[in-house]
């Protein structure tokens, strides 16, 4: 039995905690022992499946908690106080803040993991910085694992090649979203155009709401959706406002399940200026949807040259055009729809959680 720790910082929003539930859920309980562990107590931790062990370093987020936690996350004391076990394999599952805390652990026999879910080389403003204060942690750490070939070549962008690194896709369970897809039913009278991701920066949702205004400039109707929640919220509104489009771009916030809104939009869309492995995007695929993307980190590995979905420059106009072409061609949106579901079988949960297990029995050898 493998004992093995994966620490990140809260199981709540974004595609990264989500495929981590997936991933531990999916993984053989007879030969890994799972501990999940956050910061704070969290309620997503629920979703957790039976036999995995959950445990938290705070007993709330409160202001006090906070400052402490940041405290000993700088001089290194969060590991040893917090989250010490005689674990074989500790795993940070998301980079900067939770690969900081695992860099402190004092486990001499525990191989360790960090795992990359983005493009660091586009993450930040100043990567000279970045790399002047993190080369040190991720030394501290046997083998990085990126989510994609093209946040490998980020890393290695900033940081060098290294024999350390692995690309191992994100896990996500097919059949639980076919499944939750059909749990609800979502009424539209009009095309509707669909995204979901927090409401952060990078998401660059203003970059899909302009596009969406340029397709009703145009006369191409839709309906423009957007599911998830974030420190964005105001500056988008303020957007919607502005281009007089709060009669057609609802911001719904987040949906734990998101799936029937997916399987009833007519195109799934995706803005972002960086991205690790779409996680939104390979739901789509698995539900068989039209998709548009800006060609953005792990784009071509999901969709190829533009063969199972359409992958466009990075500006308001090529998205809105390669919108348009799918909202106005429903023999192209159709094609792709087949294309998607074909290309959406390579993503089984099996499969994929099948790889990552025999990656973590090679690192005990």
Known sequence: MIKILFFIETL????????????????????????????????????????????????????????????????????????????????????????????????????????????????????????????????????????????????????????????????VNDKEIISLADADTVDKSEPTVLTVGRLS?????????????????????????????????????????????????????????PYPYIKAADVCVCSSDYEGLSTFITESLVLGKAIVTVDCGGMRELLGNSEFGIITDSDDKALARGIKALLTDEALKKSYEEKARKRGEDFSEAQLTNKTEAFLKDMIK
């Open 12 to 171: 709540n929003g974004g595609g990264a905690e989500k495929v981590l539930q997936n991933l531990v859920n999916a993984m053989d309980k007879s030969e890994f022992d799972i501990t999940v562990q956050t910061l704070y107590p969290d309620e997503a931790a629920k979703n957790l499946a039976d036999g995995i062990k959950y445990k938290y370093c705070y007993p709330s987020a409160s202001r006090l908690n906070q400052l402490v936690m940041r405290l000993e996350t700088a001089f290194g004391l969060t590991y040893p106080r917090h989250i010490k076990g005689d674990y074989d394999i500790e795993v940070a599952y998301l980079e900067c803040g939770s690969t900081k805390i695992m860099a402190g652990s004092t486990n001499k026999k525990a191989k360790k993991i960090a795992w990359v879910h983005c493009d660091l080389s586009k993450k930040f403003t100043d990567s000279a910085d970045f790399v002047h204060k993190s080369k040190n942690i991720y030394d501290k750490f046997d083998s990085i694992v990126c989510v994609s070939q093209s946040v490998k070549e980020g890393f290695e962008k900033l940081f060098g090649k290294d024999e350390r690194i692995s690309v191992i896709y994100n896990t």
């Open 201 to 257: 920066e990078e998401k660059r949702f203003d970059r899909l709401i302009c596009a969406h205004k340029k397709l009703l400039d145009c006369d191409v109707k839709n309906r423009l959706i957007i599911v998830g929640e974030g420190a964005e919220r105001a500056s988008l509104e303020k957007l919607i406002s502005d281009l007089s489009l709060s009669g057609s771009v609802e911001l719904i916030g987040y949906r734990e399940n």
